[in-house]
């Protein structure tokens, strides 16, 4: 049977759902280098099988090669389109006018996110918006992959070393899964578990049953990643997932049985360790609060009071307010902009009254977020004392490291006692290193693309649930470290989101 052509994208991009999260080489030893290799790989099979694509049709329509004039080209680009383009433009004069123009062009004294990864993203982008096509094995990989890995986590919390990948490492406990660290463990699942949970919620028939499981598996993982930035993405995912489901009695159906499946995971990581002589890592303030007996309690009477809700008002026959969805919306935002305010007034108004736990969420200083706050802080004055160019163009992509050891040496070492090579936040490291403009051009593809999907949503539920992912990678992107194992997915979320066939 031959192959249409557009199934070759499709192809290169099941592979990189699939093959590139699983992929390892010497274990954790050269996870990073490793995982760019094969990003790289798959983002120039995309960039050329979509230009040898577009070239036979370009040849095929004009029975020669046709080149058509900038300004027809851009009238086809969209504003997503034309930002990205742009974004690009920003990263290579960022580089060219950096002092360290090599670096930057590799990211070698990085993490491998210097201009070449922009680039490759680039390419990744054209290929996945003008040729491929949406296949179910597409959406299936999401809850399959989630699956096995969360299970892999989940053993290896227990003190099981699935598959020998604690070897050679002195201490494994910061490490998880096929990712490395936690914190970028949690950053797949702020991509795979949304949109797992929101196609749960909008897909009828057997496949139901998959997406159920990759959601119990992912909250099994959420657990096992003991950080409190795979709980942002939690936090996120569920709070837009209510808005949207809390109009339609057989959502919110789903929705309350997330609730419970939730529940449940939490009740058998309690049950599990002990019932079989297991010793779990140690835990993390957050998770041990969420796995507590009180939040079970209130979150099993939650879930089952939705339920029972739900099966209610079917049999009455009636429909639920349409205002929840503009309550619920406003209650969310007063929360939100109440949690800002407390943050601003513990961190520099009331600077010494005891919050006990939320001491380290509440209030800023050079500790907060495991010392995240000594690395902002000397990030802001860098971006303060720049030249203006520096501060609109950065110093070169992926420079972070080189900026804090030029200026910053002494006092990571006085001070800290550990040398920093990532800010620690995705969008402070744009701000350094691409600059304003690079900042504002990728703020706004985010915004453009999630705006994209939830519109997209009511004609193919798939959109719904990649745009809901971009918003959770979004918010959990604040505290992330900026690195080539996981960020190629927000660059591929946000390719689905613009994709034009």
Request: glycine share 6%; charged share 10%; hydrophobic share 50%.
């Amino acid at each position: 049977m031959k192959l249409k052509k557009n199934n070759c994208i499709n192809i290169f991009v099941l592979l990189f759902l699939t093959v590139f999260p699983l992929f390892f080489d010497n274990y954790y030893i050269n996870i990073t280098i490793t995982k760019y290799k094969v990003f790289s790989v798959l983002s120039l099979s995309i960039f050329f099988t979509g230009l040898y694509y577009t070239l036979s049709a370009n040849i095929e329509q004009n029975r020669t090669l046709k080149i058509d004039s900038l300004s027809s080209y851009l009238r086809r680009m969209s504003l997503c389109d034309i930002l990205f383009l742009l974004l690009l433009i920003t990263a290579v004069l960022s580089c060219l006018m950096s002092e360290w123009r090599l670096p930057a062009l590799s990211g070698v004294c990085g993490k491998y996110t210097g201009l070449i990864f922009m680039l490759l993203t680039g390419g990744l982008y054209y290929g996945i918006t003008r040729h491929m096509t949406l296949i179910p094995y597409i959406k299936y990989s999401f809850p399959v992959i989630l699956s096995m890995i969360s299970l892999m986590a989940f053993f290896q919390f227990c003190g099981y070393d699935v598959l020998g990948f604690y070897k050679g490492i002195a201490d494994g406990t910061m490490y998880i899964a096929t990712f490395g660290h936690v914190d970028v463990f949690s950053a797949f699942l702020c991509v795979y578990l949304p949109v797992c949970l929101y196609l749960f919620c909008y897909t009828d028939g057997r496949e139901n049953l998959l997406y159920a499981t990759g959601c119990f598996m992912g909250f099994l993982a959420i657990f096992s990643s003991n950080s409190d930035s795979s709980y942002i993405g939690l936090g996120i995912s569920l709070a837009v997932l209510l808005i949207l489901a809390v109009s339609n009695t057989d959502r919110l159906k789903r929705y309350a049985t997330l609730i419970l499946l939730l529940t449940s995971a939490a009740v058998l990581w309690k049950i599990f360790p002990p019932l079989f002589g297991l010793v779990l890592r140690e835990q993390s303030s957050i998770t041990t609060f969420f796995t507590s007996a009180k939040i079970l309690c209130i979150s099993a009477l939650t879930g089952g009071f939705l339920f029972l809700l739900c099966i209610f008002i079917n049999k009455q026959k009636k429909n639920l307010p349409k205002c929840l969805p503009c309550i619920l919306t406003a209650f969310f935002m007063v929360f939100i902009f109440l949690l800002i305010i407390s943050f601003i007034w513990f961190s520099f108004f009331d600077t010494k009254k005891d919050l006990g736990e939320l001491e380290n969420y509440l209030r800023f200083n050079s500790h907060w977020g495991s010392d995240r706050g000594y690395v902002w802080k000397w990030l802001i004055q860098f971006f303060g004392f720049s030249s203006l160019l520096t501060k609109l163009f950065g110093a070169g992509p992926d420079t972070t490291t080189l900026i804090l050891y030029k200026y910053f040496k002494v006092e990571m070492s006085d001070e800290l006692g550990v040398f920093y090579a990532s800010a620690h936040n995705e969008y402070l490291n744009y701000l350094v290193t691409i600059g304003l403009v690079g900042t504002i051009l990728y703020l706004a593809i985010l915004i453009l693309s999630i705006i994209k999907c939830f519109r997209k949503r009511r004609t193919n539920a798939f959109f719904g649930a990649v745009g809901l992912a971009i918003l959770a990678y979004s918010c959990m992107a604040a505290v992330n470290i900026s690195q080539p194992i996981t960020m190629p997915f927000i660059y591929l979320l946000i390719a689905f989101a613009n994709q034009k066939n």
